[in-house]
């Protein structure tokens, strides 16, 4: 059993010191990053994924962008603990925050990020769309969470004006099945509750 949570201010130096160990040094060099810097988060999908003992083993983020004045999510990074890669978990933050952005009304994601992968998620490759160079345009995927979404949306990526800084909602967290073990439940289902009852621990 995993338990899904809104990144809470206590997370970040752990959320940091699991992107320094999965990421190559000087991630923060990165295109995607002058997006990023300076801008808040969107608090409510920038999320959490420990283990019953409470150990951080993944975690996503958000940060909101534009193209051609038009609002994208722009997802990452991603990261999963080293010695759970492979298990799933990240499908899992992938598949809950993209269901949170559905819900919460945006329309369209971005990212940078392996075709191949990705594209299970319903990321395809956005032609016209430009990230900030040096990005290779095969890398620059998107994703409609609202029908028509990209259509005729091309252009450069924008970073978002500075707006206020969102406190994420604490009481947002989710427990989840190990994907192995819902592979052997098919009717085991996420399951909504309240922190305060499960003991949430931060380093």
Known sequence: MFEICP???ADEAEVEA???LCFAPGRTALSSYRLRDGVPRVADLCLVLRDQTGNLMAAIRFW???VKGQPVLLLGPIAVHPTAQGEGLGGLLMHDSLGRARRMG???VLLVGDAPYYSRFGFQR???VEMPPP???DRVLGLELK???WV???GPVQRESQGPTEAPDSTGCIAVEHPKEVAHAPDTAARPHSSANQGRRHS
């Open 64 to 66: 909101p962008a534009r």
């Open 147 to 149: 029908p028509g979404a």
């Open 152 to 154: 005729d949306l091309t």
């Open 18 to 20: 699991l992107y320094d």
């Open 7 to 9: 990144e809470m201010p």
């Open 135 to 137: 990005t290779n345009p």
């Open 126 to 128: 956005l032609d016209g």
């Open 106 to 108: 945006f329309a369209r």
